[in-house]
């Protein structure tokens, strides 16, 4: 991936702040944009938002003005007229969203995955293409320093070999158990709104690690079993998954719970000669070789515009920085994403491997 440079501060003085429109506030990575705002790089101008309540409780904790509030997304882009929208609604929304910015030249960021499905994945896609807007996926994986610097190491500097296997792990003891709040629960934990359970919400941060590492290669087959392993909290949706996805020369094993005894977020990288584990976002560990003995890294935190999501949401459309066709953030690798949990949903339900053309 090719880093732009950090802009000076005397530089960022004479870029205005990107007047962004938020879209619901039931999911709770919204925190991560209302408790930034003093950064200066962002104005929100408007927040759509259909439970007043959330709305009001939400905008209070912030100290934000009741005047940004809109009940209903098409009035808040009609009367505020933002340049961005970031969304933070269920996932099934997110198309919606994009039919309606799109048109007006919005730029978008969803919160992962980019679509309930690979049906609205396309037309999101071809909506963006068609009038010429950003269609970024924001993961938190993304902002971990530790995977650019696995990134080198696999595909720059070489220092394991070609690629065999990627194990991703991500999940935590599930949405109830960690307390998440009760408007986030309630579509999370919806098939229709989400599009499954831990296959979703956590199967997306393999599928899109592995489409990066790779450099967007399309796999050969999916394989995926799922389970209900606490049916009387998630009786809905499935609460652990397991996806394995071929390659011509390596696979992915991706594995995706509301069951872990902790929250985690790590990767193990497998080249023919060494390996890469990434534990964390700034821990991890390198063998290149069964004769050298394992080397250990604790790496600083991205720098901007890398080291959160809006700051690079803003960087990008205002043309500091480019986005490379499989980034993590892109269109064309959250595509691919969802093909792999498409074919991994349709793999869970027939007990079926699903092949690629």
Not at 246 to 274: C, F, H, L, V
Not at 331 to 357: C, H, W
């Amino acid at each position: 991936m090719l880093l732009s440079l950090t802009l000076s501060a005397q530089d960022s003085l004479r870029i205005p702040p990107l007047r962004i429109g938020i879209v619901g506030l039931s999911h709770s990575h919204v925190h991560g944009l209302l408790g930034r705002l003093d950064d200066g790089d962002i104005e929100i101008v408007g927040i759509s938002e259909g439970d007043e309540a959330l709305a009001q409780r939400l905008m209070k904790q912030y100290n934000l003005s009741p005047s940004l509030w809109y009940a209903s997304m098409d009035e808040m882009l009609s009367r505020t007229q933002p340049t961005a929208v970031a969304a933070f609604n269920s996932i099934y929304e997110h198309r919606e969203v994009v039919r309606a910015c799109a048109p007006k030249g919005i730029h978008v960021m969803v919160e992962k995955p980019l679509a309930v499905s690979l049906e609205h994945a396309e037309e999101m896609a071809r909506l963006a293409e068609i009038y010429g807007i950003y269609l970024l996926t924001n993961y938190e994986t993304t902002w971990y320093a530790t995977h650019y610097k696995a990134y080198e190491m696999l595909n720059h500097e070489k220092l394991i070999g070609p690629l065999r296997k990627v194990v991703v792990h991500d999940g935590h003891q599930g949405p109830q158990e960690i307390g998440v709040n009760a408007e986030f629960l309630d579509w999370l934990t919806d098939p229709n709104l989400n599009g499954g359970g831990a296959l979703m919400d956590f199967g997306c941060y393999g599928a899109n690690l592995v489409t990066w590492l790779s450099k967007g290669q399309v796999p050969q087959s999916v394989f995926a079993i799922t389970q209900q392993i606490k049916p009387a909290k998630y009786p809905k949706v499935d609460d652990e998954a397991t996806i394995v996805v071929t390659y011509p020369k390596m696979q992915a094993i991706i594995q995706a719970s509301w069951n872990w005894p902790y929250s985690r977020k790590d990767m193990e990288i497998y080249g023919k000669d060494g390996y890469i584990i990434v534990e964390n976002r700034n821990k991890m560990r390198l063998r290149i070789s069964e004769e050298f003995s394992e080397a250990y890294y604790e790496l600083p935190e991205m720098k901007a515009p890398f080291h959160d999501p809006f700051s690079y949401f803003a960087s990008v459309i205002q043309g500091k920085t480019e986005v490379q066709a499989y980034d993590l953030s892109a269109l064309p690798n959250n595509v691919i994403s969802m093909q792999i949990l498409e074919a991994a949903k349709e793999s869970a339900r027939t007990g079926r491997r699903v092949y690629f053309d």
